[in-house]
């Protein structure tokens, strides 16, 4: 009976890939350079060698099948660092595609977030303007609208766990503070001279001119002014919050800014006296028996000077100064920038900016943000 080692070498030999290096026993040759239990394979498929000073198992193309190698801890570790490479790229490629769907997602919510907003807020802001039209045509003191009035803060429940807050005239953050923006208590550049016009910050009388005579005035927008010539953005900065285009160019005394009163002609120290009357004059009840605080400020158009005279020292050239504005000053804002916030379970809706004429209950402007 042949021996295991002759059925394999019969087995190697038949067939027909593989033969042993020429000139060796054709027993199973035991490499020394693999180690032990280490056996090698010739592949013979490249043909015969061609290199006469060579033997055909010398030039052959040999394909080692090493036990060794296979079953040595360097090939374990090499497939596991390859398994390894692969579960890093799968996790990268995974990464990369729930960041971009977690990105899609966000933008999901915050338009759901926005759209329910709106749909919230823009039923509550036209019912509140309704509302507003009526309260302004009842109004219990309609010769006069105070600083303290239209800047008020008022709150309107409503059904539920909805409300919405509202106020007449815009405020802007400044480095002196809170600037409150009543839209007629603002200089019209519709109907504004080149003389007050010149005296806004960012302007001078070469710009005025322009604007003035202007092809585009009457102006529907104040930044229509960007169309007159040499008008930059640094230069409308300045004067925007100053200046408006609705009304008939009346300037609410109890309203208007310091600049404002700068740029109709009147001195510092004249403006200053304005500012302090509208915080300490408190104006009279002709009811005497109602206890009711009607506010502080200018009752009346036509007692402008006489206020002016009996709360302060004024030289003769501010007296002047004001005589010659009493045709554009009133103590009534006919134009209000009517603001709104509804707020719907704690959470603040979008923000109105609405621009009305209450005596004839239309809408001039109507901005949201």
């Not at 036209?126 to 039209?133: D, E, Y």
């Not at 239209?150 to 509202?166: I, M, V």
């Not at 007296?319 to 603001?339: A, G, M, P, T, W």
Request: net charge negative; glycine share 6%.
């Amino acid at each position: 009976m042949p021996s295991n080692r002759g059925l394999l070498r019969n087995a190697l030999f038949r067939h027909p890939f593989t033969s042993f290096r020429a000139g060796s026993d054709p027993d199973l040759e035991r490499s020394e350079r693999e180690g032990e239990g280490s056996y090698q394979l010739r592949d013979s498929s490249a043909g015969a060698c061609t290199d006469p000073e060579r033997s055909e198992g010398e030039c052959g193309l040999r394909m080692t099948q090493s036990w060794a190698f296979r079953n040595s801890p360097n090939s374990q570790n090499y497939k596991k660092a390859s398994i390894l490479v692969i579960c890093l790229w799968a996790i990268m490629i995974l990464s990369i595609l729930g960041m971009g769907l977690a990105g899609l997602v966000f933008q999901e919510i915050k338009f759901a977030k926005s759209y329910q907003r709106l749909i919230f807020s823009l039923p509550v802001a036209r019912a509140a303007l309704k509302t507003i039209f009526y309260l302004r045509e009842k109004d219990a003191i309609p010769a006069y609208d105070t600083f303290q009035e239209l800047t008020q803060e008022n709150d309107q429940a409503l059904c539920a766990d909805n409300s919405y807050k509202y106020y007449f005239a815009d405020k802007n953050n400044s480095k002196d503070g809170i600037e409150v923006i009543d839209e007629s208590a603002l200089v019209n550049l519709n109907t504004v001279s080149k003389d007050v016009l010149k005296r806004l910050p960012g302007m001078d009388e070469d710009l005025a001119d322009k604007l003035v005579n202007s092809g585009g005035r009457p102006f529907s927008s104040i930044n229509e002014v960007f169309l007159v010539e040499g008008m930059a953005k640094d230069n409308f900065i300045l004067f925007k919050d100053l200046v408006t285009v609705y009304g008939t160019g009346k300037i609410n005394i109890n309203t208007a800014s310091k600049a404002v009163l700068l740029a109709l002609g009147l001195d510092n120290e004249l403006a200053e006296i304005i500012g302090r009357f509208r915080q300490e004059h408190k104006i009279e009840n002709p009811d005497p028996l109602s206890t009711e605080e009607l506010g502080y400020g200018f009752s009346s158009a036509n007692k402008i000077l006489d206020d002016l005279r009996s709360f302060a020292f004024l030289s003769l050239r501010q007296e002047q100064d004001i005589l010659s504005l009493l045709s554009i000053l009133d103590v009534k804002s006919e134009y209000l920038r009517f603001n709104i916030i509804p707020r719907s379970g704690g959470k603040e809706g979008l923000h109105y900016s609405i621009v009305i004429y209450p005596p004839t209950k239309k809408v001039l402007s109507w901005n949201e943000h």
